[in-house]
């Protein structure tokens, strides 16, 4: 989405040619939610396989597609000592009636397991899957063709607490982690508020570390997923092009983070509407310590600093932006001992 209102992808499709038209753009937003506290880049091959290119006549460019969006997201890992993940997402084409359609969908996953294998993924995720059967069938393309990577599985849940095969949301995440998912749990669908009680089934029903990636829309009880919210003075929906009548506020997300921290979601992120701005209030309430060292660019200590820049005259020192208030604060302790004027 962050592309789509920066004008490189068009909502609806949501196809990734951004990754071969600009691919500067695609590590540049890499970038960005790094220094914004997150410790993946996931390869941005989301609508990037086979049955999504065909649609726009582009399928030659499949391959080059993802092992470009792949080097792209290793680079950008290794520059900055993050993980990367390849991505698998629906498939557009699962039916859990028709057998042909499943190994339709396990060579889309397979060819995109392999090349994120071989481009060098730390794990790889498979996000966005309504049907438990479809899920079960990216996590065996993994576990068959992924060189031993970790996978993460999560489903989106629309409105009723079931995946779209009638298997009820927590059994679903239990049964892929018994099967061997590393990380289970929800993405996209559905925002904070209508997220947060189906983790806590899903937190009751599994042992391992579970996922929540959140919308950033203001769903609620009568509109549990962004697709069905509605424009709050006009009545309209909004999906997939007006939705900045309803995003979340930044203390949305703060509290969600909150919320998921209580529960025990171990692994947290944000989907479609995400922003670094967003993604900062997670890292806060997540690991406000590992942000940035207390210390200047170029390694003064930050009191250190601020001392300095007081004995060669400067009437005011002290901090401003980068932080919130509960990692600024232990810092300005600091500070004030280290200075006698104000700050
Ligand atoms: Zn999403």
């Given at each position: 989405?962050?592309?789509?209102?920066?004008?490189?992808?068009?909502?609806?499709?949501?196809?990734?040619?951004?990754?071969?038209?600009?691919?500067?753009?695609?590590?540049?937003?890499?970038?960005?939610?790094?220094?914004?506290?997150?410790?993946?880049?996931?390869?941005?091959?989301?609508?990037?396989?086979?049955?999504?290119?065909?649609?726009?006549?582009?399928?030659?460019?499949?391959?080059?597609?993802?092992?470009?969006?792949?080097?792209?997201?290793?680079?950008?890992?290794?520059?900055?000592?993050?993980?990367?993940?390849?991505?698998l997402?629906?498939?557009?084409?699962?039916?859990?009636?028709?057998?042909?359609?499943?190994?339709?969908?396990?060579?889309?996953f397979?060819?995109?397991?392999?090349?994120?294998?071989?481009?060098?993924?730390?794990?790889?995720?498979a996000?966005?899957i309504?049907?438990?059967?479809e899920a079960k069938l990216a996590l065996?393309a993994i576990?068959?063709?992924?060189?031993?990577?970790?996978?993460?599985v999560?489903?989106?849940?629309?409105?009723?607490?079931?995946?779209?095969?009638?298997?009820?949301?927590?059994?679903?995440?239990?049964?892929?982690?018994?099967?061997?998912?590393?990380?289970?749990?929800?993405?996209?669908?559905?925002?904070?508020?209508?997220?947060?009680?189906?983790?806590?089934?899903?937190?009751?029903?599994?042992?391992?570390?579970?996922?929540?990636?959140?919308?950033?829309?203001?769903?609620?009880?009568?509109?549990?997923?962004?697709?069905?919210?509605?424009?709050?003075?006009?009545?309209?929906?909004?999906?997939?092009?007006?939705?900045?009548?309803?995003?979340?506020?930044?203390?949305?997300?703060?509290?969600?983070?909150?919320?998921?921290?209580?529960?025990?979601?171990?692994?947290?992120?944000?989907?479609?509407?995400?922003?670094?701005?967003?993604?900062?209030?997670?890292?806060?309430?997540?690991?406000?310590?590992?942000?940035?060292?207390?210390?200047?660019?170029?390694?003064?200590?930050?009191?250190?600093?601020?001392?300095?820049?007081?004995?060669?005259?400067?009437?005011?020192?002290?901090?401003?932006?980068?932080?919130?208030?509960?990692?600024?604060?232990?810092?300005?302790?600091?500070?004030?001992?280290?200075?006698?004027?104000?700050?």
């Amino acid at each position: 989405m962050e592309m789509e209102r920066r004008g490189y992808l068009q909502a609806g499709g949501f196809i990734p040619e951004v990754v071969l038209e600009h691919p500067e753009m695609v590590q540049g937003l890499h970038k960005e939610f790094i220094h914004a506290g997150t410790d993946v880049v996931e390869a941005f091959t989301y609508y990037g396989h086979r049955e999504k290119l065909r649609a726009i006549g582009r399928e030659d460019d499949l391959e080059k597609l993802n092992r470009t969006a792949l080097k792209i997201a290793r680079e950008v890992a290794n520059e900055t000592g993050t993980l990367m993940a390849g991505g698998l997402c629906c498939t557009t084409v699962y039916e859990e009636d028709n057998l042909e359609t499943h190994d339709k969908v396990r060579s889309m996953f397979k060819e995109q397991v392999e090349w994120a294998a071989e481009e060098g993924a730390d794990y790889i995720i498979a996000e966005t899957i309504h049907s438990y059967g479809e899920a079960k069938l990216a996590l065996e393309a993994i576990q068959q063709h992924g060189k031993g990577i970790p996978a993460v599985v999560t489903l989106s849940c629309l409105i009723p607490d079931e995946t779209m095969d009638g298997v009820p949301i927590a059994e679903a995440c239990r049964k892929l982690e018994e099967a061997g998912a590393a990380v289970v749990g929800l993405n996209c669908g559905r925002g904070p508020s209508t997220m947060i009680p189906a983790l806590r089934e899903i937190r009751k029903a599994c042992n391992g570390p579970i996922a929540a990636l959140p919308v950033t829309y203001r769903t609620k009880e009568d509109c549990r997923t962004w697709h069905s919210l509605k424009d709050p003075d006009t009545g309209k929906d909004v999906y997939p092009r007006n939705l900045a009548c309803v995003m979340s506020s930044r203390d949305d997300i703060r509290e969600c983070a909150e919320e998921a921290k209580a529960i025990g979601v171990n692994y947290i992120g944000l989907c479609c509407g995400n922003s670094p701005f967003y993604f900062r209030e997670l890292a806060e309430v997540y690991a406000p310590t590992c942000l940035i060292p207390d210390e200047t660019a170029d390694g003064v200590p930050i009191a250190e600093a601020c001392r300095k820049l007081e004995e060669a005259g400067a009437d005011v020192v002290g901090l401003y932006c980068g932080r919130g208030p509960s990692t600024m604060l232990p810092a300005l302790r600091e500070i004030r001992k280290a200075c006698n004027v104000c700050n």
